[in-house]
């Protein structure tokens, strides 16, 4: 009994280091449900006779303290319909350049004949003015940009009007025409064409193109492609764009037989070196990675959390119990050893068996709040006892898998603690939780993650919403822990009444010191899209997060020791612990369960300087949650891991 009382303070210790408190939502807001119809995505087309119009004022354009820069400014601010495609990219000189759907003209019936990408460059001293009109000649939306060659730049939206793509690139970034064409769908010209499209690059020189696009659904005009009402389809061109050697092809894992279809930006792209993954997200499907790691030539479906109801149907499918899901946002960035790293929002949804809702719409639970981690590492999220449990906040904080989550900012010890109005007291936007939005970057062991969350004591003026802030929070040995909580709009007088969302990390960090994020904010909760408030001017907004910020939070590694995370963790039998050593040393390994009791051991061995692999059989283990305890000459590192 003494040892497992000295292992649970070992691990209490180990915890008070790097984490906040999680302060939970009271029981009494959590079981508040919102009821909503599942409205299919539609692109609004602008009206065929020309209105007349004027640029509206600028309501906001005050110089920013810190590393920001207001960098584009639009009316239409519905930037995604879920997960955010990559918009931000940083070149290796230190130069940057963003994009966004931009439109200010007649916002009227959600008309904006000038709709397009928005583009901003940073030439490594400033950025230039705020864009005045989009790049294409055409109408368009939902811009994904990335490298190009050796020193361009290739930018993808989809064309509302006719449901294609239009490809816009320049050979030098920042400066030039853009070259456009158009990219048709599987039927040539015909319906389904391409909506919500994704891009990337890969390969030594960022010619290799990468894309993923959307057929259009029923709803856009399209007709079911290959037995999916919206069927996600990739494209490979080997020479930047000039030719297309991959079209239209269903990779094996996301066609019929496994989903019904997919929808407007359920699914987020990312590419490092030579390998390529696509994340799919959504409340209504699986978790998963397709990853390639030869640029696309072959893919690998990796399972994240596997959906209970397969092939899941509004109108027909019911449960017996709510369902703790991802809400919608999530996105991933690979590390240096092609390793791919996700983040996402966690919600709560049903359509219950015992009080169904109408056919096309269903229940959700808006104060869920969470921020999911994982890695390859981690391997598919173990089931819990009750399956619509798996992604709860507490059982993935139990597996070492929560991230992030709305802070306690006056320290009352309650969250949200105000008499509201009875409804939500924050937008939901397309998403489903009070942490939403979330992005990722990873800079060696560094990681970086930010979200959209709702936070407390900035509240509106009729007092009945809180403003939403970008918050920040960064790991020092690649995900196993977590420092400090920060807010990015907490200290700056000019986002007391902002609503920031959006948050956007450039996939590559560089050798400036800082990782590099844009975010949109404007000073009312909700979507003018959404008909939530009036038009009002939305800024993009450029923030770099030196690394320095968090220093004082670093994980302050046992003195000569560091211990890798299990893998493959979860195992089912054999599995792996690296032990680095600065000098060499007398090691021993123990395993405990959840009690304290010592289930496994190796006895004290001398170990050299450098790494060290431990490897055992954890086949005999019953399936649970494990603590591994790596001990040398007066010093002790415990971590988790999980046994199914």
């Not at 003015?129 to 190009?148: F, H, N, Q």
């Not at 030039?176 to 319906?191: D, K, L, S, V």
């Not at 066609?255 to 359920?266: C, K, M, P, Q, R």
Request: net charge negative; glycine share 8%; with cysteine.
């Amino acid at each position: 009994m003494k040892r497992a009382l000295l292992l649970f303070s070992a691990i209490c210790i180990v915890i008070a280091g790097f984490s906040q408190q999680r302060v939970p939502v009271s029981k009494e807001l959590t079981q508040k449900s919102v009821v909503r119809t599942v409205n299919s995505v539609v692109d609004p087309a602008p009206p065929m006779v020309n209105s007349n119009y004027s640029t509206p004022g600028v309501m906001k354009d005050a110089k920013l303290l810190g590393d920001e820069t207001e960098i584009i400014e639009t009316i239409y601010d519905l930037q995604s319909n879920a997960a955010l495609s990559s918009r931000f990219v940083v070149f290796e000189d230190g130069t940057m350049a963003a994009v966004s759907t931009r439109g200010v003209e007649n916002p009227t019936g959600f008309a904006f004949p000038d709709r397009g990408t928005g583009y901003n460059y940073f030439n490594g001293t400033s950025w230039g003015p705020k864009p005045t009109a989009r790049i294409e000649t055409v109408r368009t939306g939902w811009p994904s940009i990335a490298k190009l060659g050796a020193n361009g730049e290739i930018v993808v939206s989809h064309r509302s009007a006719t449901a294609a793509l239009v490809i816009a690139s320049r050979p030098t970034k920042g400066a030039g025409a853009w070259t456009e064409q158009n990219f048709n769908g599987p039927n040539g010209t015909a319906i389904p064409q391409y909506l919500w499209p994704r891009m990337t690059t890969s390969g030594p020189n960022n010619e290799i193109v990468h894309l993923f696009a959307l057929t259009a659904p029923a709803a856009n005009g399209g007709t079911p492609y290959m037995g999916q009402d919206g069927a996600l389809l990739y494209n490979r061109s080997m020479d930047g764009g000039v030719t297309w050697d991959i079209q239209h092809e269903l990779i094996d894992g996301l066609g019929s037989d496994y989903y019904t279809n997919f929808s407007a930006d359920d699914y987020v792209l990312a590419a490092k070196g030579n390998t390529v993954a696509m994340l799919s997200v959504s409340a209504w499907k699986d978790l998963f990675v397709l990853k390639s790691t030869d640029n696309g030539e072959n893919w690998q479906k990796i399972m994240i959390w596997e959906h209970p109801y397969p092939f899941f149907d509004f109108n027909t499918t019911l449960m017996p119990d709510t369902l703790y899901a991802v809400d919608n946002s999530a996105n991933l960035a690979i590390d240096d050893n092609g390793m791919v790293h996700v983040v996402w929002g966690v919600g709560r949804v049903a359509r219950l068996a015992a009080a169904p809702p109408d056919p096309g719409s269903y229940n959700y639970w808006p104060y869920t709040d969470g921020i999911g981690y994982w890695n390859e590492t981690m391997g598919q999220i173990p089931d819990n006892d009750n399956v619509h449990k798996t992604m709860m906040p507490e059982y993935l904080e139990e597996l070492g898998m929560l991230a992030g989550w709305t802070q306690d900012v006056n320290n009352s010890g309650f969250i949200f603690d105000y008499e509201g109005t009875g409804d939500p007291q924050f937008a939901t936007y397309r998403a489903l939780g009070i942490s939403t939005y979330p992005t990722i970057a990873v800079n060696g062991s560094m990681i970086a993650v930010a979200y959209s969350s709702v936070t407390e004591t900035f509240v509106t003026a009729d007092g009945t919403q809180n403003y939403r802030h970008i918050w920040a929070r960064f790991s020092y040995d690649k995900g196993q822990t977590w420092g400090t909580f920060r807010d990015l709009q907490g200290d700056n007088i000019f986002h007391l009444y902002d609503e920031c969302i959006y948050p956007t990390f450039a996939e590559d960090v560089t050798a400036n010191g800082a990782f590099q994020m844009i975010y949109m904010a404007d000073n009312l909760p909700g979507l003018y899209l959404d008909e939530d408030h009036d038009p009002v001017i939305n800024r993009i907004i450029h923030n770099a997060l030196n690394f320095t910020v968090g220093v004082e939070d670093q994980i302050k590694p046992v003195s000569g020791v560091n211990v890798s995370q299990t893998y493959p963790n979860p195992t089912t039998g054999t599995t792996q612990v690296t032990v680095e050593l600065e000098q060499t040393s007398n090691v021993s390994f123990e395993i405990f369960n959840m009690t304290g009791q010592k289930v496994f051991e190796i006895p004290s061995r001398t170990m050299t300087a450098g790494a060290n692999v431990i490897t055992f059989d954890a086949s005999s283990l019953t399936s649970g949650v494990y603590f591994y305890s790596v001990n040398t000459d007066g010093e002790n590192v415990t971590r988790k891991m999980i046994v199914r």
